[in-house]
T-cell receptor
Framework: GAVVSQHPSRVICKSGTSVKIECRSL??????MFWYRQFPKQSLMLMAT?????????EQGVEKDKFLINHASLTLSTLTVTSAHPEDSSFYIC????????????FGQGTRLTVV | GDSVTQMEGPVTLSEEAFLTINCTYT??????LFWYVQYPGEGLQLLLK?????DKGSNKGFEATYRKETTSFHLEKGSVQVSDSAVYFC??????????FGAGTRLTVKP
């Protein structure tokens, strides 16, 4: 099946710094990617929909200036957590749809962000 | 809007016990339904899916049937193993849209 690769898998950063998370579709072109956030022992909450070549669509309550999304190519979307604070610590997961299998989304391995 | 309601956990079973995790949904139209599994520290892996009413998805001994009349997609396995311990998410999606997830059910299987 299609593979989505997310990097890094774990990152620890200091409060006030920015962190970039990459999401790559390895064997297909993804015009749309999705970014989710998962709090401990909770479900995944959609943060934003990333569209190649255009602005991301953010869910209500998600700060677009804090969570910058760039989808510059058909195989790469990035999420940058700007001026990170401890409350941003979470598990972030991206997903992408393979146009050849439109009913299924493929997920990255996730990124555990810890802000200290 | 679309939503998924999933049986709350945690669920603890002995090895070889029968597993059922209930999932019901609310949606317009005819979404596709999924079960994903998440092992500790990892992302989500697709376990099985069904794209239309009365379809049965199956994989690794797990099964779920798309029941439109009861808007349900319950996950079942006849004999669980310790290696099945994980968090299970029910989800729905319309083509080319994002997925909506249930809250997740943590399963622990004891030897």
């Amino acid at each position: 099946g299609a593979v989505v690769s997310q990097h890094p898998s774990r990152v620890i950063c200091k409060s006030g710094t920015s962190v970039k998370i990459e999401c790559r579709s390895l064997d297909f072109q993804a015009t749309t990617m999705f970014w989710y956030r998962q709090f401990p022992k909770q479900s995944l909450m959609l943060m934003a929909t990333s569209n190649e070549g255009s602005k991301a669509t953010y869910e209500q309550g998600v700060e677009k200036d804090k969570f910058l999304i760039n989808h510059a190519s058909l195989t790469l979307s990035t999420l940058t957590v700007t001026s990170a604070h401890p409350e941003d610590s979470s598990f972030y997961i991206c997903s992408a749809r393979d146009p050849r299998a439109s009913t299924e989304a493929f997920f990255g391995q996730g990124t555990r962000l810890t802000v200290v | 809007g679309d939503s998924v309601t999933q049986m709350e956990g945690p669920v603890t079973l002995s090895e070889e016990a029968f597993l059922t995790i209930n999932c019901t949904y609310t949606a317009t139209g005819y979404p596709s339904l999924f079960w994903y599994v998440q092992y500790p520290g990892e992302g989500l892996q697709l376990l099985l899916k069904a794209t239309k009413a009365d379809d049965k998805g199956s994989n690794k001994g797990f099964e779920a049937t798309y029941r439109k009349e009861t808007t349900s997609f319950h996950l079942e396995k006849g004999s669980v193993q310790v290696s099945d311990s994980a968090v299970y998410f029910c989800a729905l999606s319309h083509n080319n849209n994002d997925m909506r997830f249930g809250a997740g059910t943590r399963l622990t299987v004891k030897p």
